[in-house]
């Protein structure tokens, strides 16, 4: 009885490693850049990032652009993970409202860990990078529905 079991175990075991590797190769673009903007924003020199006075400042724009960056790989690769039909409350929690909590961890860890201030107006620039890329992300997956 367990041979009979045995081709069945390999097929579930396959399976599983279909799936599995499936959410990695998903998963790894995004997760390369939530690194890469922990290293950017914690342990780069504070005096290499350019800066002025100005209302607009070039690393609100850099906040801006790497969540914007982040949350739309994350729509793109969990859109092409769920084969164009994903799960909108999972889309948002995965595309906008982690990335936006990422954002503040982040933020709070500079203040109490690196010796580096935490804004607020960091954080903002983060949530809007984020809700900008799931505007796209939405009016994108509007448009493909009515074609």
Known sequence: MF????????FCNQKI???????????????????VIFYLTCIVN???IPGSGRLLQYDKLAHFGMFFAL???IYYDYYRLHKGEPNK???VLFGLIIP?????L????????FGRSGEVMDF???????LSATAIAFIYINMKRKR
């Open 71 to 73: 949350s739309l790989a």
């Open 124 to 130: 903002i620039a983060d949530s809007l990078g984020s």
């Open 17 to 35: 490693y279909i799936e599995m590797s499936s959410y990695i190769r998903y998963t790894l673009i995004p997760a390369i850049l939530a690194l």
């Open 3 to 10: 041979l009979k079991l045995l081709p069945l175990c390999r």
């Open 106 to 113: 982040i933020e709070i860890v500079q203040e109490n860990f």
């Open 46 to 48: 504070v005096e290499s």
């Open 89 to 91: 409350f999972r889309w």
């Open 100 to 104: 936006v909590i990422y954002g503040g």
